[in-house]
């Protein structure tokens, strides 16, 4: 989402996140989460994997959440994202972060599959497991970690060859390895994560379920052999501890929320975005509603609207969004949103966009915290020339949510629209200090002062911003150099 402002190359430099000094301790919560939040920044965010949708992002998080809210994690800032990998899998990382793979999500039947996984995960964070591991590894193991894991991803974006890619699988393995948990921190984490899934009011039947599914799809094709398994095997005991939790708890069954349903349909047309990936999916979808044998028929619709979207045939995408919405009449951004977004790219002149715009407006009034809702409604004013109005409405959004790099990427765009050139680097400052450059923050708060064309008070808090950040620059640079000279 940030592909305009894209940083320069310098300031991809890859530094290798560092541990620390080494002393045996376990990580401080602070200390995991920067280390988490490193790699996030360098690694995960950049690789071509990481959907950057912000409807699944927000679904995951919204899932995530009412997990943590019945866990003893509470006070813990965990982030949820998405790989797109054709690999059955989820992994925890340092400091909160967990990561799943489309796949599992695909291949989850219900929402208390997918919620069983996340619950376990969850689990491994709330008892510190990685804090623990990573503490033990940290003189020697760790610093190669961060190599390694650049490399895992490397590979899996494809774009290693011969001895290199080799060596990306080699370090793969190794990663996979060290990221693996003991024996005794499985059954913890399975045990915590059963009494988070039941505290959550989800079914935990659906752990059962999802364990048993994945171990036959392991045996059916090889190929599919879920990486989940190779850091979870499942035993025979961990089998039979799981359905002897779920005999003795006090258990109910868990409807599935129609946003589950709706993310599905969405990640099968995302997971391959091809020309013939999406054109596939839309067969299918057509083929469900005409056959009656949609899990979901609001689903299937949802699934053809979107396909016609990315196909470039507004038309019947609108008639298919349309269709979604009349056939439920639980609320759901996610279907409003896919109306008005058909709808403006069917509209044929001003009049019948302005009255999507409007239409979009009431959206993000009735969805007042959708950040995916607030992200379209600034697309489609941005697309509309209505600047002005996204710059105010962006405000009220960050008066909100005041760490969105997305919104600062918005925020500069329509004020380079408009011309405002210290406004736009003001923005634009703020954008590349959230993604962990502070002396491109620090630039561009300096163009922001040379060009001068905002009002005086806009003038005095771009030169208190940009003494904080100066500070801050020497502070990071002195600290890196500490690091450098200690050495591994
Ligand atoms: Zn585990």
């Keep these: ?130 804090a623990r591991s990573l503490a033990r590894q940290r003189d020697s193991a760790m610093i190669a970690m961060g190599s390694v894991l650049l490399a895992l991803l ?41 009494q988070i899934l039941v505290d959550a009011g989800f079914d935990p ?45 006090h258990t109910h069954q868990h409807a599935d929320s129609l946003d589950f349903q709706l993310i599905r349909a969405r990640l099968h047309v995302l997971q391959d975005e091809s020309t013939q990936g999406v054109r596939d999916q839309l067969t299918n979808f057509t083929d469900q ?3 009656h044998s949609a899990v979901s028929d609001t689903a299937a619709y949802y699934g053809i609207a979107l396909s016609n979207l990315k196909l470039k045939q507004p038309g019947p995408a609108l008639e298919a969004a349309q269709a979604a919405r009349r056939s439920t009449s639980v609320p759901s951004a996610m279907l409003d949103d896919i109306v008005s977004l058909a709808s403006y790219e069917a509209a044929r002149n001003d009049a019948e966009r302005e009255a999507v715009l409007k239409l979009a407006r009431e ?52 004020y380079a629209a408009l011309d405002q050139k210290t406004l736009q680097h003001q923005a634009t400052a703020e954008l590349y200090l959230l993604l962990g450059s502070t002396p491109a923050a620090v630039e561009q708060l300096q163009l922001a002062r040379k060009v001068a064309d905002a009002d005086f008070y806009t003038m005095t808090e771009v030169d208190a911003r940009l003494r904080q950040l100066t500070a801050l620059a020497r502070e990071e640079r002195e600290e890196a150099k500490n690091n450098a000279g200690r050495g591994p």
């Design 1 to 130: 989402m940030c592909a305009l402002l894209a940083l320069e190359p310098a300031l991809m430099a890859q530094e290798l996140p560092t541990l620390g000094e080494a002393g045996g301790e376990d990580l401080s919560p602070l200390e995991e989460r920067r280390y988490g939040e490193e790699i996030m920044q360098q690694y995960i965010r950049r690789s071509p994997e990481y959907l950057d949708d912000p409807e699944t992002i927000e679904y995951i998080n919204q899932l995530g959440y009412q997990l943590v809210a019945a866990s003893a994690a509470r006070n813990i800032d965990f982030e949820f994202f998405v790989l797109r990998d054709p690999t059955i899998n989820a992994f925890a990382l340092p400091g909160g972060f967990i990561g799943v793979h489309t796949t599992l999500i695909l291949m989850a039947q219900n929402e208390s599959e997918l919620a069983s996984v996340l619950g376990h995960e969850i689990g491994h964070i709330q008892q510190r497991h990685l």
């Design 154 to 194: 490397a590979a899996r974006s494809g774009g290693g060859q011969g001895s290199q890619a080799a060596l990306a699988l080699g370090q793969a393995a190794a990663i996979s390895r060290q990221l693996s948990f003991s024996r005794d921190n499985e059954r913890e984490a399975d045990r915590v994560g059963f």
């Design 205 to 249: 039947q659906g752990m059962a379920d999802f364990f048993t599914r994945m171990q036959q799809g392991t045996r059916a094709y090889a190929s599919m052999a879920p990486a989940y398994l190779q850091n979870h095997p499942l035993t025979e005991e961990r089998i039979a501890d799981m359905q002897a939790r779920i005999r003795s708890a």
């Design 289 to 291: 509603v005409v056959h």
């Design 363 to 414: 959206t993000a009034t009735h969805f007042p915290l959708s950040r995916s809702v607030a992200m379209q409604y600034t697309d489609m004013l941005q697309r509309a020339h209505h600047h002005a109005q996204a710059i105010a409405y962006l405000r009220e959004q960050l008066a909100l949510s005041h760490n969105d790099p997305d919104y600062y990427n918005f925020l500069a765009i329509s």
